[in-house]
Nanobody
Framework: QVQLVESGGGLVQAGDSLRLSCVAS????????MGWFRQAPGKERAFVAT????????YYADSVKGRFTISRDNAKNTVYLQMDSLKPEDTAVYYC?????????????????WGQGTQVTVSS
């Protein structure tokens, strides 16, 4: 069982930065891949970024590549999403997810646990 708690969302202006954090419970954190997804109003949940168990491999959605950075601290059971140069289209609820395996994946059905979400709103 893994419980995930996100934090760090908020209201910012276009061009600003935010860092989301996701703290995981459970002893398996250091062995599993982690991911961030987002869901904008009226849209389906979409993949944002993923990181493998060690942090040595990451993958991003094209829409955030070069602006967002996913990282993890296994000693703190925490995964981060650094979001720079934010745009209004980044407005969404952001969800942290724990993978069923150790390697990066963009498929939401390959994540077994989800956080409650944190709202990010970017004004123009």
């Amino acid at each position: 069982q893994v419980q995930l708690v996100e934090s760090g969302g908020g209201l910012v202006q276009a061009g600003d930065s935010l860092r989301l954090s996701c703290v995981a419970s459970g002893r398996t954190f250091s062995t599993i891949a982690m991911g961030w997804f987002r869901q904008a109003p009226g849209k389906e949940r979409a993949f944002v970024a993923t990181i493998n168990w060690s942090g040595g491999s990451t993958y991003y959605a094209d829409s955030v590549k070069g602006r967002f950075t996913i990282s993890r601290d296994n000693a703190k059971n925490t995964v981060y999403l650094q979001m720079d140069s934010l745009k209004p289209e980044d407005t969404a609820v952001y969800y942290c997810a724990a993978g069923r395996g150790s390697w990066t994946t963009t498929r939401d059905n390959e994540y077994g646990y989800w956080g409650q979400g944190t709202q990010v709103t970017v004004s123009s």
